[in-house]
């Protein structure tokens, strides 16, 4: 059993690319910090995930001005997420430094809102 759980760790450390100290039982609290800052709405995702999707038609829809990073297409971007504690995806990121993780569309537009 023991050998079971070590080939399941390392294949989950290889698919989020976690450096071999890191585990994904005891994955770092989220910081937002460690994001760097923008002045538009700033979106990391990537092109298979359904949140992502939904997350840019509703900023296609709202008419404001926003940056799409998709996070598989560059490794460091994948990495940068992984040490700031966010594996889940959309990361969306406020000019405020407010971050959201996975928000509804309706999340989404208070928090947009709030920062206007």
């Known amino acids: 059993m023991a050998g079971l759980l070590r080939v399941l760790r390392t294949?989950?450390?290889?698919?989020?690319?976690?450096?071999?100290?890191r585990t994904m039982t005891s994955p770092a609290a989220p910081n937002p910090a460690a994001l760097p800052a923008a002045a538009t709405i700033t979106?990391?995702?990537?092109?298979?995930?359904?949140?992502?999707?939904?997350?840019?038609?509703?900023?296609?829809?709202s008419g404001l001005e926003w940056t799409w990073i998709d996070r598989d297409a560059d490794p460091e971007v994948r990495r940068m997420?992984?040490?700031?504690?966010y594996l889940a995806i959309p990361v969306v990121v406020l000019p405020s430094g407010q971050v959201l993780v996975e928000p509804s569309d309706a999340r989404l537009a208070e928090a947009v809102g709030a920062a206007r």
């Open 11 to 21: 294949a989950l450390q290889a698919s989020f690319d976690l450096p071999d100290n």
């Open 43 to 61: 979106v990391y995702g990537a092109d298979w995930c359904g949140d992502c999707r939904r997350t840019k038609r509703w900023l296609n829809a």
């Open 81 to 85: 997420l992984a040490d700031a504690g």
